[in-house]
Protein backbone atom coordinates (compact mmCIF):
# COMPACT_ATOMS: atom_id res chain seq x y z
CA UNK A 1 0.00 0.00 0.00
CA UNK A 2 1.29 2.90 -1.25
CA UNK A 3 1.87 6.22 1.65
CA UNK A 4 1.18 3.70 4.65
CA UNK A 5 1.66 5.90 7.58
CA UNK A 6 4.08 3.79 9.63
CA UNK A 7 4.42 6.13 12.58
CA UNK A 8 3.11 9.46 13.69
CA UNK A 9 3.59 12.41 16.37
CA UNK A 10 0.99 14.82 17.36
CA UNK A 11 1.74 18.08 19.38
CA UNK A 12 4.79 15.92 21.65
CA UNK A 13 6.91 17.69 24.16
CA UNK A 14 10.14 16.12 25.47
CA UNK A 15 12.66 17.64 28.19
CA UNK A 16 15.95 16.61 29.92
CA UNK A 17 15.84 18.47 33.30
CA UNK A 18 15.09 22.25 32.54
CA UNK A 19 16.72 21.62 28.76
CA UNK A 20 13.60 21.80 26.55
CA UNK A 21 14.30 19.19 23.15
CA UNK A 22 11.12 19.42 21.15
CA UNK A 23 8.22 21.19 21.95
CA UNK A 24 4.67 21.00 19.91
CA UNK A 25 6.30 18.79 17.57
CA UNK A 26 4.05 16.84 14.88
CA UNK A 27 4.95 14.72 11.86
CA UNK A 28 4.02 11.42 10.05
CA UNK A 29 6.53 9.12 8.59
CA UNK A 30 5.53 7.23 5.33
CA UNK A 31 5.90 3.89 4.19
CA UNK A 32 8.36 5.72 1.25
CA UNK A 33 9.90 7.79 2.73
CA UNK A 34 14.11 8.04 3.08
CA UNK A 35 14.61 10.54 5.67
CA UNK A 36 18.04 12.45 6.45
CA UNK A 37 17.67 13.31 10.05
CA UNK A 38 19.71 16.68 10.68
CA UNK A 39 20.49 19.36 12.98
CA UNK A 40 23.17 20.44 15.42
CA UNK A 41 24.78 17.77 17.93
CA UNK A 42 22.41 18.10 20.89
CA UNK A 43 19.37 19.04 19.20
CA UNK A 44 17.85 15.65 20.12
CA UNK A 45 18.35 13.87 16.65
CA UNK A 46 19.27 10.46 18.64
CA UNK A 47 16.39 10.75 21.46
CA UNK A 48 13.83 11.16 18.16
CA UNK A 49 14.58 7.70 17.33
CA UNK A 50 14.68 6.67 20.61
CA UNK A 51 11.61 7.56 20.88
CA UNK A 52 10.36 6.26 17.77
CA UNK A 53 11.98 2.67 18.72
CA UNK A 54 9.96 2.62 22.04
CA UNK A 55 13.03 2.90 24.21
CA UNK A 56 12.49 6.77 25.53
CA UNK A 57 8.83 8.45 26.82
CA UNK A 58 7.75 11.73 25.72
CA UNK A 59 6.66 14.06 28.10
CA UNK A 60 3.37 15.18 26.51
CA UNK A 61 1.43 14.40 23.66
CA UNK A 62 -0.04 11.77 21.40
CA UNK A 63 2.32 8.72 19.94
CA UNK A 64 1.51 6.34 17.02
CA UNK A 65 3.33 3.17 16.02
CA UNK A 66 1.70 0.90 13.37
CA UNK A 67 1.62 -2.34 14.96
CA UNK A 68 1.74 -4.30 11.54
CA UNK A 69 5.68 -3.21 10.97
CA UNK A 70 9.09 -4.32 12.59
CA UNK A 71 11.34 -1.74 13.33
CA UNK A 72 15.47 -2.02 13.75
CA UNK A 73 17.19 0.18 15.35
CA UNK A 74 20.78 0.63 14.94
CA UNK A 75 22.26 2.92 18.14
CA UNK A 76 25.77 4.38 18.62
CA UNK A 77 26.22 2.48 21.30
CA UNK A 78 27.94 -1.65 20.86
CA UNK A 79 25.61 -4.79 21.78
CA UNK A 80 26.81 -6.66 24.77
CA UNK A 81 30.16 -8.56 23.82
CA UNK A 82 30.07 -12.53 24.75
CA UNK A 83 32.12 -15.42 23.39
CA UNK A 84 29.50 -16.60 21.22
CA UNK A 85 30.08 -17.03 17.12
CA UNK A 86 28.86 -14.14 15.13
CA UNK A 87 27.17 -17.02 12.67
CA UNK A 88 25.65 -18.39 15.94
CA UNK A 89 24.56 -15.13 16.83
CA UNK A 90 22.86 -14.20 13.59
CA UNK A 91 21.50 -17.74 13.31
CA UNK A 92 19.39 -16.94 16.74
CA UNK A 93 17.48 -13.93 15.01
CA UNK A 94 16.01 -15.83 11.74
CA UNK A 95 12.57 -17.90 11.89
CA UNK A 96 13.49 -20.28 8.77
CA UNK A 97 16.18 -22.91 7.80
CA UNK A 98 15.36 -20.80 4.46
CA UNK A 99 16.81 -17.90 5.70
CA UNK A 100 20.57 -19.25 6.32
CA UNK A 101 21.55 -18.08 2.52
CA UNK A 102 20.60 -14.47 3.74
CA UNK A 103 23.26 -14.55 6.91
CA UNK A 104 25.63 -15.81 4.34
CA UNK A 105 24.94 -12.42 1.73
CA UNK A 106 25.46 -9.86 4.29
CA UNK A 107 28.46 -11.64 5.80
CA UNK A 108 29.97 -11.52 2.41
CA UNK A 109 28.83 -8.03 1.47
CA UNK A 110 30.38 -6.79 4.83
CA UNK A 111 33.72 -8.21 4.66
CA UNK A 112 32.41 -10.40 8.41
CA UNK A 113 33.85 -13.09 9.36
CA UNK A 114 31.36 -15.57 10.31
CA UNK A 115 33.95 -17.89 12.55
CA UNK A 116 34.75 -15.08 15.00
CA UNK A 117 33.59 -14.39 18.78
CA UNK A 118 31.66 -11.70 19.18
CA UNK A 119 33.96 -10.17 21.96
CA UNK A 120 36.92 -10.48 19.70
CA UNK A 121 35.60 -8.09 16.82
CA UNK A 122 37.40 -4.15 16.93
CA UNK A 123 35.08 -1.44 16.88
CA UNK A 124 34.54 -1.18 12.96
CA UNK A 125 33.65 -4.81 12.98
CA UNK A 126 31.25 -4.77 15.78
CA UNK A 127 29.92 -1.85 13.83
CA UNK A 128 29.36 -3.97 10.96
CA UNK A 129 28.06 -7.14 13.12
CA UNK A 130 25.39 -4.89 14.59
CA UNK A 131 24.20 -3.65 11.00
CA UNK A 132 23.87 -7.05 9.68
CA UNK A 133 21.27 -8.20 13.28
CA UNK A 134 19.42 -5.62 11.83
CA UNK A 135 19.42 -6.56 8.21
CA UNK A 136 18.84 -10.20 8.44
CA UNK A 137 15.52 -9.39 10.26
CA UNK A 138 14.23 -7.76 7.33
CA UNK A 139 12.78 -4.67 9.33
CA UNK A 140 9.93 -2.33 7.03
CA UNK A 141 11.29 0.67 9.38
CA UNK A 142 14.91 1.23 9.76
CA UNK A 143 16.36 3.66 12.34
CA UNK A 144 19.92 4.15 11.39
CA UNK A 145 22.20 6.20 13.90
CA UNK A 146 25.11 7.30 12.59
CA UNK A 147 25.59 3.66 10.52
CA UNK A 148 28.90 5.05 8.34
CA UNK A 149 30.86 5.13 11.80
CA UNK A 150 33.23 2.89 11.43
CA UNK A 151 33.15 1.45 8.49
CA UNK A 152 35.60 1.39 5.67
CA UNK A 153 34.30 3.40 2.51
CA UNK A 154 33.46 -0.26 -0.07
CA UNK A 155 31.45 -1.28 2.89
CA UNK A 156 29.53 2.32 2.80
CA UNK A 157 28.78 1.97 -0.70
CA UNK A 158 27.41 -1.69 -0.02
CA UNK A 159 24.82 0.05 2.69
CA UNK A 160 23.89 3.09 0.15
CA UNK A 161 23.21 0.60 -2.67
CA UNK A 162 21.01 -1.61 -0.11
CA UNK A 163 18.78 1.16 1.03
CA UNK A 164 18.73 2.75 -2.27
CA UNK A 165 17.90 -0.19 -4.40
CA UNK A 166 17.03 -3.46 -2.18
CA UNK A 167 15.52 -2.29 1.00
CA UNK A 168 11.83 -1.62 0.23
CA UNK A 169 11.09 0.05 3.43
CA UNK A 170 11.42 3.14 4.87
CA UNK A 171 14.12 4.47 6.89
CA UNK A 172 15.21 7.52 9.36
CA UNK A 173 19.12 8.09 9.53
CA UNK A 174 21.51 10.44 11.25
CA UNK A 175 24.73 10.73 9.54
CA UNK A 176 27.45 13.54 9.08
CA UNK A 177 28.08 11.82 5.97
CA UNK A 178 27.01 14.24 3.09
CA UNK A 179 27.87 11.76 0.41
CA UNK A 180 25.93 9.17 1.99
CA UNK A 181 23.03 11.18 2.86
CA UNK A 182 22.75 13.06 -0.99
CA UNK A 183 22.56 9.20 -2.25
CA UNK A 184 20.23 7.37 0.03
CA UNK A 185 17.12 10.38 1.01
CA UNK A 186 14.45 11.65 -0.68
CA UNK A 187 12.85 13.99 2.49
CA UNK A 188 14.82 15.78 5.29
CA UNK A 189 14.03 15.99 8.92
CA UNK A 190 15.81 19.36 9.99
CA UNK A 191 15.35 19.50 13.76
CA UNK A 192 15.66 23.10 14.71
CA UNK A 193 15.01 25.07 17.74
CA UNK A 194 12.80 22.33 19.34
CA UNK A 195 10.89 21.83 16.18
CA UNK A 196 10.92 19.55 13.27
CA UNK A 197 10.85 20.95 9.74
CA UNK A 198 10.00 19.45 6.58
CA UNK A 199 11.93 18.90 3.29
CA UNK A 200 10.01 16.99 0.56
CA UNK A 201 13.22 16.19 -1.35
CA UNK A 202 16.35 14.67 -0.59
CA UNK A 203 19.37 16.05 1.47
CA UNK A 204 20.81 16.77 -2.19
CA UNK A 205 18.57 19.72 -1.92
CA UNK A 206 18.91 20.82 2.01
CA UNK A 207 21.11 23.52 1.47
CA UNK A 208 19.54 25.68 -1.30
CA UNK A 209 16.31 24.95 1.02
CA UNK A 210 17.29 25.86 4.54
CA UNK A 211 19.45 28.79 3.10
CA UNK A 212 15.97 29.76 1.56
CA UNK A 213 14.22 29.50 5.22
CA UNK A 214 17.29 30.79 7.34
CA UNK A 215 16.61 34.18 4.20
CA UNK A 216 12.76 34.32 4.71
CA UNK A 217 12.88 34.49 8.61
CA UNK A 218 15.74 37.11 8.67
CA UNK A 219 13.37 39.14 6.19
CA UNK A 220 10.59 38.42 9.13
CA UNK A 221 12.82 39.58 11.96
CA UNK A 222 14.06 42.52 9.71
CA UNK A 223 10.32 43.83 9.30
CA UNK A 224 9.78 43.18 12.93
CA UNK A 225 12.37 45.41 14.06
CA UNK A 226 10.65 47.93 11.37
CA UNK A 227 7.74 47.61 13.18
CA UNK A 228 9.00 47.37 16.81
CA UNK A 229 11.70 50.74 15.85
CA UNK A 230 7.99 52.95 14.28
CA UNK A 231 6.31 51.44 17.54
CA UNK A 232 8.98 52.44 20.13
CA UNK A 233 9.20 55.62 18.57
CA UNK A 234 5.62 56.55 19.42
CA UNK A 235 5.69 54.99 22.40
CA UNK A 236 8.77 57.77 23.31
CA UNK A 237 6.35 61.02 22.67
CA UNK A 238 4.40 59.58 25.69
CA UNK A 239 0.50 58.19 26.29
CA UNK A 240 -1.64 61.31 26.51
CA UNK A 241 -5.16 60.57 24.50
CA UNK A 242 -7.58 57.45 24.96
CA UNK A 243 -5.62 56.46 27.84
CA UNK A 244 -7.05 52.77 27.78
CA UNK A 245 -6.14 52.16 24.08
CA UNK A 246 -2.66 53.27 24.38
CA UNK A 247 -1.80 51.66 27.72
CA UNK A 248 -2.98 48.18 25.88
CA UNK A 249 -0.88 49.48 23.06
CA UNK A 250 1.75 49.94 25.18
CA UNK A 251 1.67 46.33 26.87
CA UNK A 252 1.12 45.09 22.98
CA UNK A 253 4.60 47.21 22.56
CA UNK A 254 6.65 45.32 25.03
CA UNK A 255 4.58 41.72 24.49
CA UNK A 256 6.31 42.39 20.52
CA UNK A 257 9.49 43.42 21.82
CA UNK A 258 9.97 40.56 23.99
CA UNK A 259 8.97 38.04 21.56
CA UNK A 260 11.15 39.64 18.70
CA UNK A 261 14.02 39.73 20.87
CA UNK A 262 14.08 35.97 21.99
CA UNK A 263 13.25 35.06 18.41
CA UNK A 264 16.24 37.09 17.12
CA UNK A 265 18.59 35.77 19.99
CA UNK A 266 17.57 32.39 18.83
CA UNK A 267 17.74 32.66 15.16
CA UNK A 268 21.19 34.45 15.44
CA UNK A 269 22.29 31.39 17.75
CA UNK A 270 21.08 28.79 15.04
CA UNK A 271 22.94 29.86 12.31
CA UNK A 272 26.13 30.39 14.15
CA UNK A 273 28.30 28.41 12.72
CA UNK A 274 32.12 26.91 14.12
CA UNK A 275 34.65 28.82 12.75
CA UNK A 276 38.73 28.98 13.97
CA UNK A 277 40.94 31.65 12.43
CA UNK A 278 44.38 29.95 11.22
CA UNK A 279 45.66 32.05 8.81
CA UNK A 280 47.95 33.76 11.24
CA UNK A 281 49.09 30.71 12.09
CA UNK A 282 53.31 30.67 11.31
CA UNK A 283 54.67 27.07 10.16
CA UNK A 284 58.37 28.10 9.48
CA UNK A 285 60.84 25.43 9.80
CA UNK A 286 62.02 22.73 7.24
CA UNK A 287 60.30 21.16 4.15
CA UNK A 288 60.81 18.02 4.62
CA UNK A 289 59.38 16.59 7.87
CA UNK A 290 59.27 13.08 7.72
CA UNK A 291 61.40 10.40 5.87
CA UNK A 292 60.35 6.63 5.95
CA UNK A 293 63.28 4.68 4.70
CA UNK A 294 62.05 1.09 3.60
CA UNK A 295 59.67 0.03 6.68
CA UNK A 296 57.80 -3.23 7.68
CA UNK A 297 55.01 -3.83 9.97
CA UNK A 298 53.23 -6.70 10.60
CA UNK A 299 51.32 -8.48 13.55
CA UNK A 300 50.76 -11.80 14.52
CA UNK A 301 53.36 -14.83 13.20
CA UNK A 302 52.97 -17.77 10.90
CA UNK A 303 50.10 -18.27 8.84
CA UNK A 304 48.54 -15.74 11.33
CA UNK A 305 51.00 -13.39 10.40
CA UNK A 306 49.39 -10.37 8.90
CA UNK A 307 51.41 -7.21 7.04
CA UNK A 308 50.49 -3.85 7.61
CA UNK A 309 53.40 -2.32 5.53
CA UNK A 310 56.14 -4.02 3.45
CA UNK A 311 59.10 -1.94 2.17
CA UNK A 312 57.10 1.72 2.46
CA UNK A 313 59.50 4.76 1.75
CA UNK A 314 58.07 8.31 1.55
CA UNK A 315 59.16 11.79 2.53
CA UNK A 316 56.31 13.52 3.71
CA UNK A 317 56.78 17.33 2.95
CA UNK A 318 55.22 20.78 4.54
CA UNK A 319 51.77 21.72 2.82
CA UNK A 320 50.98 18.12 1.80
CA UNK A 321 47.55 16.85 2.85
CA UNK A 322 47.47 13.08 2.85
CA UNK A 323 44.44 10.75 3.15
CA UNK A 324 45.50 6.98 4.59
CA UNK A 325 42.79 4.76 2.68
CA UNK A 326 42.05 0.52 2.57
CA UNK A 327 39.20 -1.74 4.07
CA UNK A 328 38.83 -2.07 7.96
CA UNK A 329 41.63 -3.89 9.27
CA UNK A 330 44.17 -2.71 6.45
CA UNK A 331 46.54 -1.11 8.89
CA UNK A 332 45.33 2.69 8.69
CA UNK A 333 45.36 3.61 12.53
CA UNK A 334 48.93 1.60 12.80
CA UNK A 335 50.22 3.46 9.92
CA UNK A 336 49.49 7.06 11.90
CA UNK A 337 50.70 5.79 15.28
CA UNK A 338 53.86 4.61 13.45
CA UNK A 339 54.31 8.29 12.47
CA UNK A 340 53.94 9.28 16.14
CA UNK A 341 55.86 6.74 17.63
CA UNK A 342 58.69 5.66 14.99
CA UNK A 343 59.84 2.50 17.48
CA UNK A 344 56.95 0.97 16.34
CA UNK A 345 58.52 -0.51 13.07
CA UNK A 346 59.92 -3.89 12.93
CA UNK A 347 62.10 -2.97 10.09
CA UNK A 348 63.27 0.43 8.58
CA UNK A 349 63.71 3.81 10.01
CA UNK A 350 61.00 6.67 10.32
CA UNK A 351 63.20 9.61 11.39
CA UNK A 352 61.30 13.41 12.05
CA UNK A 353 62.69 16.31 11.50
CA UNK A 354 64.56 18.18 14.69
CA UNK A 355 62.64 20.33 16.45
CA UNK A 356 59.07 19.20 14.95
CA UNK A 357 56.13 18.90 16.62
CA UNK A 358 53.18 16.61 16.24
CA UNK A 359 49.31 17.05 16.72
CA UNK A 360 47.67 13.50 17.15
CA UNK A 361 44.28 12.77 16.92
CA UNK A 362 43.69 9.48 18.04
CA UNK A 363 40.27 7.68 18.26
CA UNK A 364 40.45 6.47 21.89
CA UNK A 365 40.83 10.11 22.83
CA UNK A 366 43.31 9.42 25.83
CA UNK A 367 44.44 13.37 25.30
CA UNK A 368 41.59 14.34 27.64
CA UNK A 369 41.64 13.47 31.19
CA UNK A 370 37.84 12.39 31.93
CA UNK A 371 37.96 13.22 35.67
CA UNK A 372 38.70 16.97 35.11
CA UNK A 373 36.02 19.23 33.64
CA UNK A 374 35.97 20.78 30.22
CA UNK A 375 37.40 23.80 30.90
CA UNK A 376 40.54 22.34 32.93
CA UNK A 377 41.17 19.85 30.26
CA UNK A 378 41.61 22.86 27.90
CA UNK A 379 43.59 25.07 30.67
CA UNK A 380 45.32 23.14 32.42
CA UNK A 381 46.89 25.80 34.86
CA UNK A 382 43.46 27.55 35.29
CA UNK A 383 42.54 30.76 34.13
CA UNK A 384 39.91 32.07 31.68
CA UNK A 385 42.09 32.82 28.85
CA UNK A 386 44.21 30.31 26.26
CA UNK A 387 45.96 30.79 23.54
CA UNK A 388 45.26 30.09 20.18
CA UNK A 389 48.10 30.59 18.11
CA UNK A 390 49.91 33.99 19.07
CA UNK A 391 46.64 35.22 20.16
CA UNK A 392 45.22 35.15 23.86
CA UNK A 393 41.19 34.33 23.63
CA UNK A 394 38.52 33.75 26.30
CA UNK A 395 37.85 30.35 26.75
CA UNK A 396 33.65 30.82 26.52
CA UNK A 397 34.15 32.45 22.91
CA UNK A 398 37.07 29.88 21.68
CA UNK A 399 34.97 26.42 22.65
CA UNK A 400 31.29 28.25 21.47
CA UNK A 401 33.19 28.31 17.58
CA UNK A 402 32.97 24.36 18.71
CA UNK A 403 29.27 24.49 19.91
CA UNK A 404 29.63 24.24 23.32
CA UNK A 405 27.51 25.84 26.11
CA UNK A 406 29.45 28.30 27.88
CA UNK A 407 27.50 27.34 30.88
CA UNK A 408 28.42 24.04 30.95
CA UNK A 409 31.86 24.12 30.94
CA UNK A 410 32.43 22.71 34.54
CA UNK A 411 30.88 19.29 33.55
CA UNK A 412 32.95 16.82 33.82
CA UNK A 413 34.58 15.43 30.73
CA UNK A 414 33.66 11.31 31.37
CA UNK A 415 29.83 12.40 30.90
CA UNK A 416 30.53 13.92 27.52
CA UNK A 417 28.79 11.81 24.94
CA UNK A 418 31.40 10.70 21.61
CA UNK A 419 30.59 13.64 19.42
CA UNK A 420 31.42 16.39 22.15
CA UNK A 421 34.44 14.23 23.53
CA UNK A 422 35.92 14.61 19.47
CA UNK A 423 34.54 17.95 18.93
CA UNK A 424 36.59 18.36 22.54
CA UNK A 425 39.51 17.37 21.34
CA UNK A 426 39.70 18.77 18.39
CA UNK A 427 39.19 21.86 20.15
CA UNK A 428 42.46 21.33 22.49
CA UNK A 429 44.83 20.31 19.16
CA UNK A 430 43.55 23.04 16.97
CA UNK A 431 44.65 26.00 19.92
CA UNK A 432 47.93 25.19 18.46
CA UNK A 433 48.40 23.01 15.70
CA UNK A 434 51.85 21.35 15.14
CA UNK A 435 54.00 21.29 12.22
CA UNK A 436 52.69 17.70 11.53
CA UNK A 437 48.97 16.74 11.98
CA UNK A 438 47.86 13.32 12.69
CA UNK A 439 44.25 12.66 12.02
CA UNK A 440 42.49 9.34 13.02
CA UNK A 441 38.77 9.25 11.79
CA UNK A 442 38.74 12.52 12.93
CA UNK A 443 34.78 13.17 11.23
CA UNK A 444 33.36 10.12 13.30
CA UNK A 445 30.27 11.38 15.74
CA UNK A 446 30.68 14.81 14.79
CA UNK A 447 27.72 17.31 13.28
CA UNK A 448 27.89 18.40 9.90
CA UNK A 449 29.00 22.27 10.79
CA UNK A 450 31.88 20.99 12.68
CA UNK A 451 33.06 18.93 9.92
CA UNK A 452 33.23 22.22 7.85
CA UNK A 453 35.10 23.52 10.33
CA UNK A 454 37.50 21.21 10.19
CA UNK A 455 37.55 20.88 6.46
CA UNK A 456 38.36 24.82 6.02
CA UNK A 457 41.25 24.55 8.52
CA UNK A 458 43.02 21.84 6.84
CA UNK A 459 43.04 23.76 3.75
CA UNK A 460 44.17 26.66 5.61
CA UNK A 461 47.00 24.83 7.36
CA UNK A 462 50.43 25.59 6.49
CA UNK A 463 51.76 22.20 8.19
CA UNK A 464 51.95 18.37 6.52
CA UNK A 465 48.45 16.79 7.79
CA UNK A 466 47.83 12.47 7.28
CA UNK A 467 44.67 11.46 7.69
CA UNK A 468 42.44 8.66 8.08
CA UNK A 469 38.67 8.90 7.37
CA UNK A 470 35.71 7.03 6.34
CA UNK A 471 33.58 9.79 4.77
CA UNK A 472 34.62 10.13 0.77
CA UNK A 473 33.13 13.52 1.15
CA UNK A 474 35.42 14.90 3.73
CA UNK A 475 38.37 13.22 2.07
CA UNK A 476 37.72 14.71 -1.53
CA UNK A 477 37.75 18.14 0.26
CA UNK A 478 40.55 17.94 2.35
CA UNK A 479 43.10 15.26 0.85
CA UNK A 480 45.55 15.78 -2.59
CA UNK A 481 47.33 12.90 -2.24
CA UNK A 482 46.17 9.24 -1.18
CA UNK A 483 48.00 6.06 -0.20
CA UNK A 484 45.87 2.77 -0.42
CA UNK A 485 46.95 0.13 2.10
CA UNK A 486 45.59 -3.53 0.49
CA UNK A 487 45.83 -5.38 3.76
CA UNK A 488 48.89 -7.27 2.56
CA UNK A 489 51.62 -4.83 3.29
CA UNK A 490 51.65 -2.77 -0.26
CA UNK A 491 50.90 0.90 -0.07
CA UNK A 492 49.67 2.41 -3.95
CA UNK A 493 49.79 6.30 -3.93
CA UNK A 494 47.16 8.20 -6.19
CA UNK A 495 46.28 11.54 -6.56
CA UNK A 496 42.40 10.26 -6.98
CA UNK A 497 41.17 7.40 -4.48
CA UNK A 498 36.97 7.71 -6.75
CA UNK A 499 38.82 6.06 -9.34
CA UNK A 500 39.79 3.21 -7.23
CA UNK A 501 36.37 2.49 -5.34
CA UNK A 502 34.10 3.53 -8.27
CA UNK A 503 35.72 0.63 -10.24
CA UNK A 504 35.44 -1.89 -7.20
CA UNK A 505 31.83 -1.08 -7.00
CA UNK A 506 31.20 -1.36 -10.38
CA UNK A 507 32.84 -5.13 -10.50
CA UNK A 508 30.77 -5.52 -7.20
CA UNK A 509 27.68 -4.69 -9.04
CA UNK A 510 28.27 -6.76 -12.19
CA UNK A 511 28.67 -9.89 -9.90
CA UNK A 512 25.16 -11.86 -9.30
CA UNK A 513 24.11 -11.31 -5.60
CA UNK A 514 24.76 -14.55 -4.07
CA UNK A 515 21.18 -15.64 -3.13
CA UNK A 516 21.02 -19.26 -4.05
CA UNK A 517 24.54 -19.99 -4.78
CA UNK A 518 25.85 -20.68 -0.92
CA UNK A 519 27.46 -24.31 -1.03
CA UNK A 520 25.91 -26.78 1.58
CA UNK A 521 28.19 -29.71 2.70
CA UNK A 522 26.85 -32.85 3.15
CA UNK A 523 25.04 -32.80 -0.43
CA UNK A 524 25.37 -34.95 -3.26
CA UNK A 525 26.60 -33.25 -6.40
CA UNK A 526 24.53 -32.41 -8.79
CA UNK A 527 24.13 -33.72 -12.56
CA UNK A 528 24.99 -31.93 -15.24
CA UNK A 529 21.75 -31.85 -16.69
CA UNK A 530 19.76 -30.80 -13.18
CA UNK A 531 22.45 -27.76 -12.91
CA UNK A 532 21.24 -26.78 -16.51
CA UNK A 533 17.46 -26.94 -15.83
CA UNK A 534 17.99 -25.39 -13.07
CA UNK A 535 20.05 -22.39 -14.47
CA UNK A 536 17.58 -22.12 -17.57
CA UNK A 537 14.54 -21.81 -14.93
CA UNK A 538 16.66 -18.97 -13.22
CA UNK A 539 17.44 -17.06 -17.07
CA UNK A 540 13.35 -17.21 -17.18
CA UNK A 541 12.54 -15.85 -14.11
CA UNK A 542 15.46 -12.93 -14.87
CA UNK A 543 13.98 -12.17 -17.96
CA UNK A 544 10.80 -11.85 -16.53
CA UNK A 545 11.57 -10.11 -13.93
CA UNK A 546 13.42 -7.60 -16.28
CA UNK A 547 10.33 -7.35 -18.55
CA UNK A 548 8.44 -5.98 -15.68
CA UNK A 549 11.02 -3.50 -14.64
CA UNK A 550 10.77 -1.81 -18.16
CA UNK A 551 7.19 -2.01 -18.31
CA UNK A 552 7.42 -0.06 -14.91
CA UNK A 553 9.45 2.33 -16.25
CA UNK A 554 7.89 2.93 -19.51
CA UNK A 555 4.82 3.55 -16.90
CA UNK A 556 6.69 6.00 -14.77
CA UNK A 557 8.06 7.96 -17.75
CA UNK A 558 4.65 8.50 -18.85
CA UNK A 559 3.54 10.14 -15.76
CA UNK A 560 2.86 13.69 -16.08
CA UNK A 561 4.74 13.94 -12.87
CA UNK A 562 7.94 12.48 -13.80
CA UNK A 563 9.93 10.92 -10.48
CA UNK A 564 13.23 11.21 -11.44
CA UNK A 565 14.75 8.97 -8.53
CA UNK A 566 12.29 6.32 -9.02
CA UNK A 567 12.84 6.33 -12.55
CA UNK A 568 16.90 6.68 -11.99
CA UNK A 569 16.57 3.47 -9.33
CA UNK A 570 14.39 1.22 -11.54
CA UNK A 571 17.00 1.96 -14.56
CA UNK A 572 20.19 0.63 -12.44
CA UNK A 573 18.05 -2.27 -11.18
CA UNK A 574 17.19 -3.25 -15.05
CA UNK A 575 21.38 -2.91 -15.43
CA UNK A 576 22.42 -5.09 -12.32
CA UNK A 577 19.41 -7.56 -13.70
CA UNK A 578 20.90 -7.48 -17.29
CA UNK A 579 24.38 -7.89 -15.46
CA UNK A 580 23.23 -10.99 -13.56
CA UNK A 581 21.31 -12.07 -16.85
CA UNK A 582 24.59 -12.44 -18.97
CA UNK A 583 26.44 -14.32 -16.12
CA UNK A 584 23.49 -17.06 -15.76
CA UNK A 585 23.59 -17.17 -19.52
CA UNK A 586 27.42 -17.58 -19.33
CA UNK A 587 27.50 -19.87 -16.59
CA UNK A 588 24.73 -22.05 -18.83
CA UNK A 589 27.06 -21.61 -22.09
CA UNK A 590 29.90 -23.20 -19.66
CA UNK A 591 27.45 -26.11 -18.16
CA UNK A 592 26.29 -27.16 -22.23
CA UNK A 593 30.29 -27.44 -22.92
CA UNK A 594 30.88 -29.39 -20.48
CA UNK A 595 28.15 -31.81 -21.24
CA UNK A 596 29.26 -32.00 -24.87
CA UNK A 597 33.19 -32.82 -23.99
CA UNK A 598 31.82 -35.19 -21.40
CA UNK A 599 29.37 -36.96 -24.22
CA UNK A 600 32.02 -36.96 -26.66
Known amino acids: MNNEVYFSLNDCDLSYGKKKIFEKVSFSLHDNDKIALIGKNGVG ?33 LTDKNNIKIYDALLNLIKSKEQEYFIEQVCEELKIDKTQSINKLSGGMHRKFNLACIIITNPDLLLLDEPTNHLDIESIQWLENYLKFTFKGAFLVISHN ?19 RVSPKGFSDFEVWSKNLIEQERREIENK ?32 KNDYEKQRSEFLKSITK ?12 PNILVSCNKIKKSYGFGESQKNIVSNFSYKFVRGEKVGIIGKNGSGKSTFLKMINDPTLVDEGTIKIKKNIEISYFDQSGIQLNNSKS ?32 PKGLDQQVGLLSGGERNRLLLAKILTNPKDLLLLDEPTN ?18 GCVILTSHDFDFLKRTVNNFFLLDGKGNISKTLNCEDIFSKNIRHKQ ?56 NSEAITHEIKLAQDELSSLENEWQNLEEEKLTRDL
Open 45 to 77: KSSLLKIIAGNLALDSGELWLSKRIKVGYLNQS
Open 178 to 196: RNFLNKTTNKVFWVDRKRI
Open 225 to 256: KKILNEEMEWLSRGVTARRKRNIRRKNNILIF
Open 274 to 285: ANINVSEIDNIG
Open 374 to 405: IKENMISGGGDYINVGDKKVHICGYLKNFLFD
Open 445 to 462: DLDIETIDILVDFIKEFK
Open 510 to 565: SKPPPLESFKTKGKKPESLDKKIKKILKKIETKEQYISNLSIQLEQKNNYNNFDYQ
